[in-house]
């Protein structure tokens, strides 16, 4: 069974950085890309980034380019998120997913990231 | 940017009954789509991909239909598990699009 486990996500000032961490056990982490989404309180999804299984090749939304960074450790089966320069809007549950470089086949029950002064 | 449109916003129906909901895409994405279920306070479940092929253990209630720019996902028969939030999501380009979902509740 597939499970992603996000943590690190807290309350931060506008400005700071706060990373990221999700561990994927149930598959084998290595053959398949990886993505963050985000849904801001009340509202929809949005794509964040994605990296592929090789972690050679990396995608990100224009709102969190230059901010954002998306790793893996296929040692540690563990996908990461080192967000930069936070602001007000980035406020949101973020999932990890597993994913081809495609769609969103499964989802972390999601960590709560506050921007807040 | 490929820009994803879901409607209604919100459809009401009861249960046992048929529910519609649409999607469409500014510009074609092929049969690059999928479809997500959110329930209230949890994360969103893949239900469909390639526009119609259901995920591994979806129902067969559900079906995707649709290619190019315009979409369908039917439920046939709606359970009471059903009533949520539904996402539409185009892979065909980045940056991958989601539509901002229509909800479906109780009548």
């Known amino acids: 069974e597939v499970q992603l486990l996000e943590s690190g996500g807290g309350l931060v000032q506008p400005g700071g950085s706060l990373r990221l961490s999700c561990a994927a056990s149930g598959f084998t982490f290595s053959s398949y890309g990886m993505s963050w989404v985000r849904q801001a309180p009340g509202k929809g999804l949005e794509w964040v980034s994605t990296i592929s299984n090789s972690g050679g090749s990396t995608y990100y939304a224009d709102s969190v380019k230059g901010r954002f960074t998306i790793s893996r450790d296929s040692s540690s089966n563990t996908l990461y998120l080192q967000m930069n320069s936070l602001r007000a809007e980035d406020t949101a549950v973020y999932y990890c997913a597993k994913s081809g470089p495609y769609f969103f086949e499964s989802w972390g029950q999601g960590t709560l990231v506050t921007v807040s002064s | 940017e490929i820009v994803m449109t879901q409607s209604p916003a919100t459809l009401s129906v009861s249960p046992g009954e048929r529910a519609t909901l649409s999607c469409r895409a500014s510009q074609s994405v092929s049969s690059n789509l999928a479809w997500y279920q959110q329930k209230p306070g949890q994360a969103p479940r893949l239900l469909m991909s390639g526009a119609s092929t259901r995920a591994t253990g979806i129902p067969a209630r559900f079906s995707g239909s649709g290619s190019g720019t315009d979409f369908t996902l039917t439920i046939s028969s709606l359970q009471s598990e059903d009533f949520a939030v539904y996402f539409c999501?185009?892979?065909?380009?980045?940056?991958?699009?989601f539509g901002g979902g229509t909800k479906v509740e109780i009548k």
């Open positions: 999501q185009q892979y065909n380009d980045w940056p991958r699009t």
